[in-house]
């Protein structure tokens, strides 16, 4: 198997127990967005590999699309600890090997998405870790936009890319 893939056949039994209060559905004049208090998800970017990009399972929201690891905030929890924490949970991303850069924010009033754009300091190879991926792959920078990406994704990617450069 190629290192810069990982299969779906690696995810490991579906976690159980309670969910977190803030995984539900928001609604508003702008569309329906997961995460009652927010999401948040990590660019995690290496200069010789290029950025994690995660393709999404088919069932989810804007299924078999790519984009980041990340998810719902949990409630008074920041936006860098949670998308580092489902960035870790979903493709173990490890915090300790990564540096924050920038942020960047989405905010519609009633939900918020930031991303939170890393550069890896030590290199790591991702883990599918839950059900959510199909696969996680380095893509280098000009082959983003190549992808089917995730439409929120999709509409930062050429303000997160230039200011990558």
């Known amino acids: 198997m190629d290192h810069a893939s990982v299969a779906a056949s690696s995810i490991p039994p579906v976690r159980t127990g309670p969910r977190n209060p803030g995984d ?7 569309g329906r967005f997961w995460g009652r208090f927010g999401a948040a998800g ?23 699309t790519w984009g980041l690891p990340g998810g719902a905030l949990h409630e008074g929890e920041d936006a860098v600890s949670g998308a580092l ?19 960047s924010v989405l905010d519609l009033g009633y939900w918020s998405y ?10 790591f ?28 994704f999709g509409a930062a990617w050429p303000g997160l890319r230039e200011r990558l450069a």
């Open 85 to 103: 924490r489902e960035a870790h949970e979903e493709a173990a991303v490890p915090a300790g090997h990564v540096d924050v850069l920038f942020t």
């Open 114 to 123: 930031t991303t939170v754009v890393v550069k890896v300091r030590e290199p």
């Open 42 to 64: 990590v660019l995690a970017w290496d200069p010789a590999r290029g950025v994690l990009l995660q393709h999404r399972a088919v069932w989810s929201h804007n299924g078999g």
């Open 24 to 30: 539900a559905w928001v609604e508003g004049d702008r």
């Open 125 to 152: 190879e991702p883990v599918i870790s839950d059900p959510e991926s199909i696969e996680l792959l380095w893509v280098p920078l000009p082959e983003v936009a190549d992808k089917e990406l995730h439409p929120g």
